[in-house]
């Protein structure tokens, strides 16, 4: 089946720096990748849709200039955290749109800021 | 703007017992609606969908059932077991009319007792 492999699965990084996460889809091409965050025991929040070749669709609420998304191709969306905070410490999460209504998700990137 | 609500947060029940897990859309437009389970750290599994042209389906000991009236849809699972214990959410989409996106609702912790 359609399979999204997401590096890293969890990252430790100090206060100020920027962090890449990275969603490839390995047997199928992935035109719409969708991004999640998710807290400690709570729902995951949609953050960004992004489609291949054209600048993310983000969702209310979620700063642009700082979770920075590129879909450069049909393969490999990438999630940049810019400047992190202990605030952004969550659990990241990609989606990929494997045709129709189906998703197939990531496994996840634990980002925690100190 | 699009909210899915999901009751209850947490659930718990007897192993063998049922458990039923309810879900309200606010967008009378979503048409598909997918159920996932999400053990500790883990990714999103797909355990069952439903579309808006069908009011019931049945997978084993997991069914779906949707009331498009009332913009309500539930899990129910059968005959639980110990490895059912996780954290469950529905969603809603609008397929195309809504970028294939999913809302999702705020989860409900799933414990089966031994």
């Known amino acids: 089946g359609a399979v999204v492999s997401q590096h890293p699965s969890w990252v430790i990084c100090k206060s100020g720096t920027s962090v890449k996460i990275e969603c490839r889809s390995l047997d199928f091409q992935a035109t719409t990748m969708f991004w999640y965050r998710q807290f400690p025991k709570q729902s995951l929040m949609l953050m960004a849709t992004s489609n291949e070749g054209s600048k993310a669709t983000y969702e209310q609420g979620v700063e642009k200039d700082k979770f920075l998304i590129n879909h450069a191709s049909l393969t490999l969306s990438t999630l940049t955290v810019t400047s992190a905070h202990p605030e952004d410490s969550s659990f990241y999460i990609c989606s990929a749109r494997t045709g129709g209504d189906g998703y197939t998700f990531g496994s996840g990137t634990r980002l925690t800021v100190v | ?114």
């Open chain 2, 1 to 114: 703007g699009e909210n899915v609500e999901q009751h209850p947060s947490t659930l718990s029940v007897q192993e063998g017992d049922s458990a039923v897990i309810k879900c309200t859309y606010s967008d009378s437009a979503s048409n598909y609606f997918p159920w996932y389970k999400q053990e500790l750290g883990k990714r999103p599994q797909l355990i069952i969908d439903i579309r808006s042209n069908v009011g019931e389906k049945k997978d084993q000991r997991i069914a779906v059932t949707l009331n498009k009236t009332a913009k309500h849809f539930s899990l129910h699972i059968t005959e639980t077991q110990p490895e059912d214990s996780a954290v469950y959410f529905c969603a809603a989409s609008k397929g195309a009319s809504g970028t294939y996106k999913y809302i999702f609702g705020t989860g409900t912790r799933l414990k089966v007792l031994a």
